[in-house]
């Protein structure tokens, strides 16, 4: 079992930057590929970013490369989401979660379904101001 509780979410103005914290609790994390997700009032949850249990392998939606970074540390059960360059269309609800790969990596298909997803946080807000 893991649970996942995000913080770091906060308002901003457009350009500025915002680091998202997911802290996991239980001994499997460090197993986990971990994602990020957000949902905008109104809209469907989408996919963010992912990263793989070793880091070696990173995917990103084609509207953050190069303006978000995900990490993680595996020592701290931590992953993180860097936001740099925020635009007022990334305002939304950012959730974490955990999926089991097998310890193998996929492609992006795999990675951007939520449904691949075992475990969620609670989210956290984030607004960008024009």
């Known amino acids: 079992q893991v649970q996942l509780v995000e913080s770091g979410g906060g308002l901003v103005q457009a350009g500025g930057s915002l680091r998202l914290s997911c802290a996991a609790s239980g001994r499997a994390f460090s197993s986990y590929a971990m994602g990020w997700f957000r949902q905008a009032p109104g809209k469907e949850r989408e996919f963010v970013a992912a990263i793989t249990w070793s880091g070696s392998n990173i995917y990103y939606v084609d509207s953050v490369r190069g303006r978000f970074t995900i990490s993680r540390d595996n020592a701290k059960n931590t992953v993180y989401l860097q936001m740099n360059s925020l635009k007022p269309e990334d305002t939304a609800v950012y959730y974490c979660?955990?999926?089991?790969?097998?310890?193998?990596?996929?492609?992006?298909?795999?990675?951007?379904?939520?449904?691949?997803?075992?475990?969620w946080g609670q989210g956290t807000q984030v607004t960008v101001s024009s």
């Open positions: 979660a955990g999926g089991d790969d097998d310890l193998r990596p996929h492609g992006i298909t795999w990675y951007r379904s939520r449904y691949q997803y075992d475990y």
